[in-house]
């Protein structure tokens, strides 16, 4: 079973909402690993994309100073974290473009998570019937005229 998070937008149309909303699955993104910078085209994510290739060149720039082998560990290093945060960036991309979290569903492909999330959205809250008026004391009546905890109204010990 897999983990999405659901991220609807927050001004549009209430009839517009359910076909704008945008199912993002939790964990590891193995397309990511392999295909970075094609991955980040692929969702628009141009902040991710823009960050990855800044860090691609810096890898290759460094080579000169830190040999082929190392430059070789920081390509593989970038790829798996490419792959860690891949679905991190593409909500925070949302959140920035005026999406919100709107809940988190299991199902066990997207569709079936989809068809979980709106069943249970759709489904309209009953009112809820007005509650009872709390009672103090029920088994006891207060006297008339018996004021706070003493016996009597005017007396004095």
């Known amino acids: 079973m897999a983990i999405f998070s659901v991220h609807l937008p927050d001004k549009a149309a209430p009839e517009a909402i359910a076909d704008r909303a945008v199912f993002v699955r939790d964990g590891f993104a193995i397309w990511a690993l392999l295909f970075g910078p094609l991955w ?23 080579e000169r100073w830190v040999g082929p082998v190392t430059t070789g560990g920081f390509e593989l290093i970038l790829a798996i974290a490419t792959g860690v945060v891949a679905n991190d960036v593409r909500r925070l991309s949302l959140r920035l473009r005026g999406f919100r979290e709107s ?15 709106f069943d249970a959205w759709l489904v309209q809250p009953r009112p809820a019937s007005p509650p009872a008026p709390p009672a103090l004391h029920p088994g006891r009546s207060v006297p008339p005229g018996v004021l706070g905890l003493f016996p009597e109204s005017g007396a004095r010990p």
Not at 104 to 110: I, L, Q, T
């Open 103 to 117: 809940g988190v569903v299991e199902g066990e492909s997207r569709d079936a998570a989809e068809r979980r999330f």
């Open 40 to 62: 980040f085209l692929r969702y628009r994510e141009w902040l991710g994309l823009v960050g990855w290739i800044a860090l691609a060149v810096l890898i290759t720039l460094s």
